[in-house]
């Protein structure tokens, strides 16, 4: 991917729009910072550098023809003044190389207005402009903005690539349970507290075995998670799902059965696969859902149920 994007911009085809779709915590943004880099870079010769004055200031958030632009404070969408700011400093003249960059990051908090302003940016670019939308849903942009980018898609590494980099960053420390939960997502799980990451682990386990053989109390567990990290008990409840999909579909031999039974053995915990991605759907619904006026405890709860009740019905 760098080198296409090195030759594009040493051949003068740079696209006006790069939308950038790459899941949480696996480097999308330190992409988005090296573009941001490779056309401010101030050497000659193959760039970025990474060691000059402007390539350390775009890391510092400090170059003057760079622009991060991210929700403000607490809020959980990027909205349209700040969208009509951005767009008032992407006019004005660049100080280096000629470019000006904005690094919209998640563009996927955009709301409607704040989409629509931007969208007359993208249909009618300034000359040596670059908006740089880094999205985990594109999906949730506007078809309009969306057909206006280039897009380009962040493979997440593998489990032992993350685990590989992550030991290299931190010897000695076991990333293991942070990937559990977060997945494959090294630069999330290198800010990460180990140590917290592993208890919410063992936690939700434990409950989750306690209701999958019919003990556990629903009701308290769900208070529990909800006064406690939520968010990434959801996660391991979704990491410990999207494991025995991928264990129903995968043949003793390592390939997928395109004709998998309709109930799993004992070994995926007697889940039949529809059920599996409908619990799947529902902890991804409820997780969308916190940051929203809603009942964590309800919510927890009757998803808990859910897990119980499809259990008991696939051991009958």
Same mark, same amino acid.
């Given at each position: 991917m760098?080198?296409?994007?090195?030759?594009?911009?040493a051949a003068g085809r740079f696209p006006h729009a790069l939308l950038l779709h790459a899941n949480p915590g696996t480097g999308g943004?330190? @992409?988005?910072?090296?573009?941001? /880099? +490779?056309l401010l870079c101030g050497v000659r010769g193959e760039r970025p550098c990474g060691e000059c004055l402007d390539c350390r200031r775009v890391l510092e958030g400090q170059h003057p023809d760079f622009t991060l632009l991210t929700p403000i404070e607490e809020s959980k969408q990027i909205r349209i003044d700040q969208i009509r700011e951005l767009l008032s400093e992407l006019t004005l003249t660049s100080h280096g190389r000629g470019y000006k960059v904005a690094l919209i990051t998640p563009a996927d908090a955009l709301n409607v207005n704040a989409a629509n302003a931007l969208l007359k940016t993208l249909e009618e670019p300034s000359a040596r402009t670059l908006l740089l939308l880094l999205a985990a849903e594109p999906s949730r942009l506007p078809a309009t903005?969306?057909?206006?980018?280039?897009?380009?898609?962040? *493979?997440?590494?593998?489990? =032992?690539?993350?685990? *590989?980099? @992550?030991?290299? /960053?931190?010897? %000695?420390?076991?990333?293991?349970? =942070?990937?559990?939960?977060?997945?494959?997502?090294?630069? =999330?799980? !290198?800010?990460?507290?180990?140590?917290?990451?592993?208890?919410?682990?063992?936690d939700t386990l434990?409950?989750? *075995?306690?209701?999958?053989?019919?003990? %556990?109390?629903?009701?308290?567990?769900?208070?529990r998670w909800a006064r406690?990290?939520?968010?990434?008990?959801?996660?391991?409840?979704?990491?410990w799902i999207s494991e025995r999909i991928r264990r129903a579909m995968v043949g003793s031999d390592g390939?997928?059965?395109?004709?998998? $039974?309709? #109930?799993?053995?004992?070994?995926?915990?007697?889940?039949?696969?529809?059920?599996?991605?409908?619990? +799947?759907? /529902?902890?991804?619904? +409820?997780?969308?859902? +916190?940051?929203?006026?809603?009942? !964590?405890?309800?919510?927890?709860?009757?998803?808990?149920? $859910?897990?119980?009740?499809?259990?008991?019905?696939? !051991? #009958?």
């Open positions: 760098r080198p296409a994007l090195r030759a594009a911009e943004e330190t @992409l988005g910072l090296w573009v941001t /880099q +490779l903005v969306r057909s206006r980018c280039q897009r380009l898609r962040v *493979a997440p590494p593998t489990r =032992a690539e993350s685990l *590989a980099w @992550l030991e290299a /960053q931190r010897p %000695g420390a076991d990333f293991g349970a =942070a990937l559990d939960i977060l997945g494959n997502a090294p630069f =999330a799980a !290198r800010e990460a507290d180990l140590a917290a990451l592993s208890a919410v682990r063992k434990d409950a989750l *075995a306690q209701l999958r053989h019919g003990g %556990g109390d629903p009701a308290g567990i769900a208070e406690g990290e939520t968010g990434l008990h959801l996660r391991t409840v979704e990491t390939s997928v059965e395109s004709g998998a $039974s309709p #109930h799993l053995s004992e070994r995926v915990e007697d889940l039949n696969i529809r059920s599996l991605f409908g619990l +799947l759907d /529902q902890t991804r619904e +409820l997780a969308a859902l +916190l940051e929203t006026p809603l009942n !964590r405890a309800l919510g927890i709860e009757n998803l808990l149920r $859910s897990l119980s009740f499809r259990a008991a019905a696939g !051991r #009958h």
